[in-house]
């Protein structure tokens, strides 16, 4: 019983290590995204390299809590759980190390996001290329779905997110102020105000999405650009 609640604890330490990374992924693609736009591109690519890093490290921190959830929830622990434990960590991780960057990166969406604005920076408007050239593990039905997922409006205000913060329970984004306003109003907590989510949604669980921010901008760009055309061709 004390090793089970000693698991627990281990479970909780590694949930609080992945936020952390979580939260330097989020700072680390800004901090791309700004030397980018400087015109410091060799120095992007460096974070870019980092931001790799972090993704695999990510990878090895599910693959721990996993086996730590797994063990702290056994009724009779075998004498050789440690054993299996690490056999099981062995296994997982070699596997993932086989992988090709393509199937590590290729469909990590924080990833995608980051290479695709990278891209716009300097190629706003083109299409940008595959990030792993022929590699299977790479399809265009995958950049469809991604693409389809995007949101720039608020479920609050259904405006243009404004200050967008985003939920770390469902990964939702609204306006800062709707939203804060929101669940002042419903005491602090509320059910999340996209259609079909069913999760609470609390002023601590959101985080200011800088990355989202920078992508609405990019849309409305791109809107009052095509509009600007639209005219163009009528007066013509």
Not at 19 to 26: E, Q
Not at 48 to 76: C, F, G, M, N, P
Not at 181 to 194: E, K, L
Request: a negative charge; charged letters at 30%.
């Amino acid at each position: 019983m004390q090793l089970q609640s000693r698991l627990q604890g281990l479970r909780s330490s590694i949930q609080t290590i992945s936020d952390i990374a979580d939260d330097t992924v989020r700072v680390c693609t800004v901090a791309g995204l700004d030397l980018e736009e400087l015109g410091e591109s060799d120095s992007a690519m460096q974070v870019e390299a980092s931001l790799r890093k972090l993704i695999d490290a990510q990878h090895r921190l599910d693959v721990e809590r996993s086996l730590v959830t797994r063990l702290a929830t056994e009724q009779d622990m075998a004498d050789n759980a440690e054993t299996e434990y690490l056999a099981s960590w062995e296994q997982s991780m070699a596997a993932y190390d086989d992988q090709s960057d393509a199937a590590k990166y290729g469909k990590n969406t924080v990833y995608r996001e980051f290479r695709q604005q990278l891209w716009d920076v300097q190629h706003d408007g083109e299409p940008m290329p595959r990030l792993f050239g022929d590699d299977g593990d790479e399809s265009d039905e995958d950049l469809v779905i991604a693409g389809t997922r995007m949101n720039y409006r608020c479920p609050v205000t259904t405006s243009w997110l404004v200050d967008p913060v985003t939920s770390k329970v469902c990964n939702h984004s609204y306006s800062k102020d709707a939203i804060v306003d929101y669940i002042r109003g419903n005491r602090g907590a509320c059910a999340c105000p996209v259609g079909g989510c069913s999760r609470t949604v609390r002023a601590q669980d959101l985080f200011p999405d800088k990355l989202l921010e920078r992508k609405v901008a990019r849309h409305l760009r791109q809107l009052e650009s095509d509009e600007t055309a639209a005219q163009y061709t009528v007066v013509q």
